[in-house]
Protein backbone atom coordinates (compact mmCIF):
# COMPACT_ATOMS: atom_id res chain seq x y z
CA UNK A 1 0.00 0.00 0.00
CA UNK A 2 1.22 3.25 -0.99
CA UNK A 3 1.01 6.84 0.98
CA UNK A 4 -1.83 8.07 3.53
CA UNK A 5 -3.66 10.77 2.34
CA UNK A 6 -7.02 12.61 4.02
CA UNK A 7 -8.90 14.80 2.47
CA UNK A 8 -11.49 16.94 3.88
CA UNK A 9 -14.12 18.11 0.95
CA UNK A 10 -13.39 15.27 -1.06
CA UNK A 11 -16.74 15.43 -2.40
CA UNK A 12 -16.32 18.64 -3.66
CA UNK A 13 -14.80 19.90 -7.02
CA UNK A 14 -10.84 20.08 -5.80
CA UNK A 15 -11.55 17.30 -3.36
CA UNK A 16 -12.38 15.05 -6.49
CA UNK A 17 -9.81 15.83 -9.04
CA UNK A 18 -7.26 15.60 -6.13
CA UNK A 19 -8.58 12.45 -4.95
CA UNK A 20 -8.26 10.96 -8.47
CA UNK A 21 -4.90 12.26 -8.94
CA UNK A 22 -3.45 10.38 -5.55
CA UNK A 23 -5.24 7.19 -6.91
CA UNK A 24 -3.37 7.19 -9.88
CA UNK A 25 0.35 7.54 -7.58
CA UNK A 26 -0.62 4.75 -5.75
CA UNK A 27 -2.12 6.85 -2.41
CA UNK A 28 -4.41 5.16 -0.19
CA UNK A 29 -7.03 7.78 0.39
CA UNK A 30 -9.40 8.48 3.25
CA UNK A 31 -11.49 11.44 2.89
CA UNK A 32 -14.01 13.50 5.45
CA UNK A 33 -17.73 14.36 4.68
CA UNK A 34 -20.08 16.19 7.26
CA UNK A 35 -22.18 13.59 9.29
CA UNK A 36 -25.21 16.00 8.81
CA UNK A 37 -26.04 16.42 5.69
CA UNK A 38 -26.08 14.04 2.40
CA UNK A 39 -23.34 13.78 0.31
CA UNK A 40 -23.31 13.98 -3.43
CA UNK A 41 -20.66 11.20 -4.26
CA UNK A 42 -21.32 12.14 -7.83
CA UNK A 43 -17.71 13.93 -8.68
CA UNK A 44 -16.56 10.91 -6.79
CA UNK A 45 -18.26 8.23 -9.12
CA UNK A 46 -15.07 6.80 -11.12
CA UNK A 47 -12.90 5.84 -8.01
CA UNK A 48 -15.71 5.31 -5.08
CA UNK A 49 -14.79 2.01 -3.96
CA UNK A 50 -10.97 3.04 -4.21
CA UNK A 51 -11.28 5.70 -1.33
CA UNK A 52 -12.73 5.12 2.42
CA UNK A 53 -15.11 7.81 3.59
CA UNK A 54 -15.33 9.52 7.16
CA UNK A 55 -18.30 11.04 8.32
CA UNK A 56 -16.65 13.94 10.80
CA UNK A 57 -18.04 16.84 11.62
CA UNK A 58 -14.79 19.09 10.98
CA UNK A 59 -15.56 21.44 14.51
CA UNK A 60 -15.30 18.01 16.49
CA UNK A 61 -11.83 18.06 17.81
CA UNK A 62 -12.25 14.92 19.64
CA UNK A 63 -12.94 13.49 16.28
CA UNK A 64 -10.35 15.04 14.27
CA UNK A 65 -8.05 14.08 16.73
CA UNK A 66 -9.06 10.48 16.78
CA UNK A 67 -8.41 10.36 13.11
CA UNK A 68 -5.26 12.15 12.96
CA UNK A 69 -3.63 9.51 15.73
CA UNK A 70 -5.19 6.53 14.78
CA UNK A 71 -4.23 7.10 10.56
CA UNK A 72 -1.32 9.11 10.75
CA UNK A 73 -1.61 10.17 7.16
CA UNK A 74 1.70 11.05 5.12
CA UNK A 75 -0.44 14.02 3.66
CA UNK A 76 -3.61 16.26 4.68
CA UNK A 77 -5.42 18.37 2.47
CA UNK A 78 -7.82 20.73 4.10
CA UNK A 79 -10.54 21.71 0.94
CA UNK A 80 -13.76 21.88 2.97
CA UNK A 81 -14.99 25.35 3.68
CA UNK A 82 -18.00 27.25 3.27
CA UNK A 83 -17.26 28.87 0.42
CA UNK A 84 -19.77 30.77 -1.66
CA UNK A 85 -19.12 34.18 -0.73
CA UNK A 86 -21.04 36.89 0.73
CA UNK A 87 -19.91 40.33 1.10
CA UNK A 88 -22.77 41.51 3.56
CA UNK A 89 -21.55 39.62 6.52
CA UNK A 90 -25.22 38.49 6.68
CA UNK A 91 -24.00 34.96 7.69
CA UNK A 92 -20.46 35.77 9.00
CA UNK A 93 -20.30 33.66 11.67
CA UNK A 94 -21.73 30.37 9.28
CA UNK A 95 -18.32 30.99 7.44
CA UNK A 96 -15.99 31.53 10.00
CA UNK A 97 -16.62 29.42 12.51
CA UNK A 98 -16.05 26.22 10.36
CA UNK A 99 -13.21 27.71 7.93
CA UNK A 100 -11.21 28.16 11.03
CA UNK A 101 -11.78 25.47 13.38
CA UNK A 102 -11.53 23.01 11.02
CA UNK A 103 -8.09 24.17 10.08
CA UNK A 104 -6.90 25.03 13.88
CA UNK A 105 -7.84 21.45 14.91
CA UNK A 106 -6.08 19.79 12.03
CA UNK A 107 -3.14 21.37 12.68
CA UNK A 108 -3.22 21.24 16.49
CA UNK A 109 -4.11 17.64 15.85
CA UNK A 110 -0.85 17.04 13.72
CA UNK A 111 1.45 18.32 16.27
CA UNK A 112 0.38 16.37 18.80
CA UNK A 113 -0.02 13.04 17.51
CA UNK A 114 1.40 13.08 13.79
CA UNK A 115 4.60 14.83 13.56
CA UNK A 116 5.26 14.05 9.97
CA UNK A 117 2.42 14.49 8.63
CA UNK A 118 2.42 17.31 5.77
CA UNK A 119 -0.39 20.19 5.50
CA UNK A 120 -1.91 21.66 2.96
CA UNK A 121 -4.24 24.74 3.61
CA UNK A 122 -6.29 25.84 0.98
CA UNK A 123 -5.89 29.74 1.19
CA UNK A 124 -7.35 32.01 -1.74
CA UNK A 125 -7.08 34.72 -3.62
CA UNK A 126 -10.01 36.42 -1.43
CA UNK A 127 -6.98 36.96 1.23
CA UNK A 128 -6.07 40.36 -0.99
CA UNK A 129 -9.51 41.69 -1.54
CA UNK A 130 -9.05 44.92 -2.99
CA UNK A 131 -5.26 44.60 -4.04
CA UNK A 132 -3.44 47.84 -4.75
CA UNK A 133 -1.25 45.62 -6.89
CA UNK A 134 -2.16 44.75 -10.44
CA UNK A 135 -0.93 41.10 -10.06
CA UNK A 136 -0.30 39.76 -6.51
CA UNK A 137 2.26 37.04 -5.42
CA UNK A 138 3.31 35.67 -2.12
CA UNK A 139 4.52 38.73 -0.67
CA UNK A 140 1.42 41.44 -1.24
CA UNK A 141 -0.32 42.37 1.72
CA UNK A 142 -4.01 41.26 2.46
CA UNK A 143 -6.67 43.20 2.17
CA UNK A 144 -10.01 40.73 2.11
CA UNK A 145 -13.86 42.15 1.54
CA UNK A 146 -15.24 39.09 3.08
CA UNK A 147 -16.11 37.04 6.18
CA UNK A 148 -14.61 34.04 3.50
CA UNK A 149 -11.53 36.46 3.09
CA UNK A 150 -11.20 36.88 6.38
CA UNK A 151 -11.10 33.40 7.35
CA UNK A 152 -8.84 32.12 5.02
CA UNK A 153 -6.67 35.21 6.30
CA UNK A 154 -7.01 33.21 9.45
CA UNK A 155 -6.53 29.81 8.30
CA UNK A 156 -3.31 30.95 6.32
CA UNK A 157 -1.65 32.53 9.98
CA UNK A 158 -2.85 29.54 11.73
CA UNK A 159 -0.63 26.72 9.19
CA UNK A 160 2.05 29.67 9.12
CA UNK A 161 2.20 29.72 12.76
CA UNK A 162 2.09 26.01 13.28
CA UNK A 163 4.87 25.58 10.89
CA UNK A 164 7.50 28.18 12.76
CA UNK A 165 6.74 27.37 16.16
CA UNK A 166 6.03 23.41 15.77
CA UNK A 167 8.36 22.53 12.87
CA UNK A 168 5.23 20.75 11.35
CA UNK A 169 5.50 20.61 7.31
CA UNK A 170 2.68 23.20 6.93
CA UNK A 171 1.90 25.83 3.71
CA UNK A 172 -0.87 27.05 2.30
CA UNK A 173 -1.82 27.33 -1.67
CA UNK A 174 -3.55 31.29 -2.52
CA UNK A 175 -5.78 29.55 -4.74
CA UNK A 176 -7.58 31.80 -7.34
CA UNK A 177 -11.14 31.11 -9.32
CA UNK A 178 -10.72 28.12 -10.87
CA UNK A 179 -13.77 25.94 -12.70
CA UNK A 180 -14.96 22.96 -14.10
CA UNK A 181 -17.64 20.72 -15.05
CA UNK A 182 -17.82 19.64 -11.48
CA UNK A 183 -18.11 23.27 -10.75
CA UNK A 184 -21.79 24.40 -7.94
CA UNK A 185 -24.51 25.56 -9.99
CA UNK A 186 -24.24 28.65 -7.53
CA UNK A 187 -21.01 29.82 -9.27
CA UNK A 188 -21.81 32.32 -12.24
CA UNK A 189 -19.55 29.81 -14.70
CA UNK A 190 -21.82 26.71 -13.88
CA UNK A 191 -24.55 28.53 -14.01
CA UNK A 192 -24.09 30.00 -17.40
CA UNK A 193 -23.08 26.70 -18.83
CA UNK A 194 -26.12 24.80 -16.90
CA UNK A 195 -28.95 26.85 -18.52
CA UNK A 196 -27.16 27.07 -21.54
CA UNK A 197 -28.08 23.43 -22.16
CA UNK A 198 -31.22 24.13 -20.88
CA UNK A 199 -31.84 27.13 -23.65
CA UNK A 200 -30.11 24.79 -26.55
CA UNK A 201 -32.74 21.96 -25.89
CA UNK A 202 -35.72 24.97 -25.75
CA UNK A 203 -36.49 24.38 -22.00
CA UNK A 204 -35.24 27.54 -20.94
CA UNK A 205 -34.92 30.98 -22.55
CA UNK A 206 -33.22 33.92 -20.28
CA UNK A 207 -30.44 33.69 -17.67
CA UNK A 208 -29.91 35.98 -15.26
CA UNK A 209 -27.08 37.77 -14.56
CA UNK A 210 -25.09 40.32 -12.91
CA UNK A 211 -22.23 42.27 -14.27
CA UNK A 212 -20.61 40.87 -17.07
CA UNK A 213 -17.50 43.02 -17.42
CA UNK A 214 -16.42 41.77 -14.20
CA UNK A 215 -12.95 40.10 -14.95
CA UNK A 216 -11.39 36.88 -12.63
CA UNK A 217 -8.20 35.20 -13.21
CA UNK A 218 -9.85 31.27 -14.39
CA UNK A 219 -8.28 28.19 -14.27
CA UNK A 220 -8.71 24.91 -14.71
CA UNK A 221 -9.25 22.46 -10.86
CA UNK A 222 -7.59 19.68 -12.63
CA UNK A 223 -4.55 21.68 -13.06
CA UNK A 224 -4.67 23.66 -9.72
CA UNK A 225 -4.73 20.08 -7.12
CA UNK A 226 -1.79 19.36 -9.18
CA UNK A 227 -0.40 22.01 -7.75
CA UNK A 228 -1.89 21.51 -4.48
CA UNK A 229 0.35 17.60 -4.27
CA UNK A 230 3.42 19.36 -5.96
CA UNK A 231 3.70 21.95 -2.89
CA UNK A 232 3.69 18.57 0.11
CA UNK A 233 6.65 17.25 -2.46
CA UNK A 234 9.28 19.79 -1.69
CA UNK A 235 11.79 19.24 0.53
CA UNK A 236 10.62 22.33 2.80
CA UNK A 237 7.28 23.78 3.27
CA UNK A 238 6.52 26.84 1.46
CA UNK A 239 3.48 28.93 0.27
CA UNK A 240 2.05 30.01 -3.08
CA UNK A 241 0.25 31.87 -5.56
CA UNK A 242 -1.63 29.52 -8.00
CA UNK A 243 -3.70 31.11 -10.70
CA UNK A 244 -3.41 31.52 -14.74
CA UNK A 245 -1.92 35.46 -14.38
CA UNK A 246 -4.68 36.07 -17.31
CA UNK A 247 -8.04 37.96 -17.00
CA UNK A 248 -11.51 36.92 -18.87
CA UNK A 249 -14.33 38.56 -17.83
CA UNK A 250 -18.02 37.05 -17.82
CA UNK A 251 -18.11 38.96 -21.20
CA UNK A 252 -15.80 36.39 -22.40
CA UNK A 253 -16.94 33.50 -20.90
CA UNK A 254 -20.06 33.81 -22.81
CA UNK A 255 -19.23 34.66 -25.98
CA UNK A 256 -17.22 31.16 -26.11
CA UNK A 257 -19.66 29.54 -24.37
CA UNK A 258 -22.82 30.21 -26.73
CA UNK A 259 -20.37 30.05 -29.61
CA UNK A 260 -19.70 26.29 -29.13
CA UNK A 261 -23.41 26.03 -30.46
CA UNK A 262 -23.40 29.24 -33.10
CA UNK A 263 -25.62 31.31 -30.43
CA UNK A 264 -25.72 35.13 -30.14
CA UNK A 265 -25.62 35.34 -26.10
CA UNK A 266 -27.28 38.77 -25.97
CA UNK A 267 -30.04 36.90 -27.59
CA UNK A 268 -30.77 35.14 -24.03
CA UNK A 269 -29.14 36.89 -20.88
CA UNK A 270 -31.11 39.45 -18.93
CA UNK A 271 -29.07 41.70 -16.92
CA UNK A 272 -30.21 42.03 -13.10
CA UNK A 273 -28.85 44.63 -10.86
CA UNK A 274 -29.82 42.78 -8.06
CA UNK A 275 -27.40 40.71 -9.14
CA UNK A 276 -24.57 43.25 -8.55
CA UNK A 277 -21.56 42.34 -6.15
CA UNK A 278 -19.34 45.34 -4.58
CA UNK A 279 -16.25 42.55 -5.47
CA UNK A 280 -17.04 43.37 -9.14
CA UNK A 281 -14.46 46.83 -8.88
CA UNK A 282 -11.80 44.19 -7.10
CA UNK A 283 -9.52 42.55 -9.86
CA UNK A 284 -7.17 39.63 -8.17
CA UNK A 285 -4.58 38.61 -11.13
CA UNK A 286 -2.15 35.92 -10.28
CA UNK A 287 1.72 36.25 -10.50
CA UNK A 288 2.81 33.13 -10.24
CA UNK A 289 6.48 33.09 -10.87
CA UNK A 290 7.67 31.68 -7.59
CA UNK A 291 5.15 28.43 -8.28
CA UNK A 292 6.92 28.16 -12.05
CA UNK A 293 10.45 28.54 -11.01
CA UNK A 294 10.06 25.99 -7.46
CA UNK A 295 7.28 23.60 -8.29
CA UNK A 296 8.08 23.27 -12.40
CA UNK A 297 4.54 24.38 -12.39
CA UNK A 298 1.91 26.28 -14.88
CA UNK A 299 -1.79 25.63 -15.96
CA UNK A 300 -2.44 23.34 -19.31
CA UNK A 301 -5.87 23.87 -19.86
CA UNK A 302 -6.64 27.15 -21.47
CA UNK A 303 -9.72 29.12 -20.75
CA UNK A 304 -11.76 28.46 -23.99
CA UNK A 305 -10.99 24.61 -23.08
CA UNK A 306 -12.38 24.81 -19.43
CA UNK A 307 -15.15 27.02 -21.05
CA UNK A 308 -16.11 24.06 -23.90
CA UNK A 309 -15.55 21.25 -21.55
CA UNK A 310 -18.23 22.48 -19.12
CA UNK A 311 -20.38 23.04 -22.18
CA UNK A 312 -20.23 19.42 -23.27
CA UNK A 313 -20.60 18.22 -19.69
CA UNK A 314 -23.85 20.00 -18.88
CA UNK A 315 -24.91 19.35 -22.51
CA UNK A 316 -24.42 15.59 -21.98
CA UNK A 317 -26.18 15.76 -18.45
CA UNK A 318 -29.50 17.41 -20.11
CA UNK A 319 -29.62 14.31 -22.23
CA UNK A 320 -29.36 11.91 -19.79
CA UNK A 321 -31.60 13.99 -17.20
CA UNK A 322 -34.15 13.98 -20.40
Same mark, same amino acid.
Given at each position: ????????????????????????????????????????????????????????????????????????????????????????????????????????????????????????????????????????????????????????????????????????????????????????????? #? =??????? @?? /? !?????? *???? +? %? $????????????????????????????????????????????????????? #? =??????? @?? /? !?????? *???? +? %? $??????????????????????????????????
Amino acid at each position: MGKIALITGISGQDGSYLAELLIKKKYKVYGICSPYKKVNFENLKNIRKKIVIKKIDINNYSKIKEIIKNLKPAEVYHLAAQSFINYKFEDEFFKLNPNINGTHYLLSAIKNFSTKTKFYFAASSEIFGNSAKKKQDENTKFNPRSAYGISKVTGYHLTKNYREAYGIFACSGILYNHESPRRNKNFVT #R =KITHNLA @KI /Y !RNKKHK *IFLG +N %I $NSKRDWGHAKDYVVAMWKMLQQNKPQDFVIGTGKLHSVKDFLKIAFGYFGLDY #R =KFIIIDK @KL /Y !RKNDKY *ILRA +N %I $NKATKILKWKPKINFKSLVNEMVINDMNLAYKQS
